[in-house]
Each structure stands twice: as structure tokens, then as C-alpha cells.
């Protein structure tokens, strides 16, 4: 069975930081591309970061040398550490890989 299973999030302050993990099943964790996806309401989803298997990633311009994304093999999780955070990076973070979505975990970045 495969889950995803994020935790994390949180409330901060404008220019603080956060880390994000996707637990991930192994059949996921060793075979695909795994993704971080946000969400504001009334606003489709947005690919924020992702990581290959071989550690490959990639990056929306917007979080581009604030956000890195990394996988730890021996948590089979794929992290997503968020620096220099702005109020527009509040969403919900979902975690995919193929057809599989988490639940999500929500971020908000407030004074």
C-alpha cells in the first residue's frame, strides 16, 4: 500500500523557517519522483520542489535559494527546508509521487 504522510507545518513569522517530511512507502521512496505541491483556496496547486531517486531536483523560481529539498534514505523521507519564509508562501503543502497524494500539512507565515 502506498502512503504519504506529511507533518511539519506550522505557524512563523515572516523570515523564520520550517522543514517539512513526506514519509514515504519504500515502493515510492525507491522508484519515483517524489514532489511538494501547495495550495492557497480557490487556486489550482502549484509544483514548489521535487527530487528523483537519484537526488535530481528542481525548483519553482519563486522558492529558488530559499527552499531545498533532500531525501533521508534511512527515514524514507523527502524534507523540504524552508528558509527566509514569506507571508506568500502560506498554503497547504501537499506531498506526491504519481497518482498519490498526502494529506497535507499547512503553513502560515504571519506576523
Known amino acids: 500500500q502506498v502512503q504519504l504522510v506529511e507533518s511539519g507545518g506550522g505557524v512563523v513569522q515572516p523570515g523564520g523557517s520550517l522543514r517539512l517530511s513526506c514519509a514515504a512507502s519504500?515502493?515510492?521512496?525507491?522508484?519515483?519522483?517524489i514532489a511538494w505541491y501547495r495550495q492557497t483556496p480557490g487556486n489550482q496547486r502549484e509544483l514548489v520542489a521535487s527530487?528523483?531517486?537519484?537526488?535530481?531536483?528542481s525548483y519553482v523560481d519563486s522558492v529558488k535559494g530559499r527552499f531545498a529539498i533532500s531525501r533521508d534514505n534511512n527515514k524514507l523521507a523527502v524534507l523540504l527546508q524552508m528558509n527566509s519564509l514569506k507571508p506568500e508562501d502560506t498554503a497547504r503543502y501537499y506531498c506526491?509521487?504519481?497518482?498519490?497524494w498526502g494529506q497535507g500539512t499547512q503553513v502560515t507565515v504571519s506576523s
Open positions: 506526491n509521487s504519481r497518482a498519490w
Open positions: 519504500r515502493s515510492i521512496f525507491d522508484a519515483a519522483t
Open positions: 527530487i528523483t531517486p537519484r537526488g535530481t531536483t
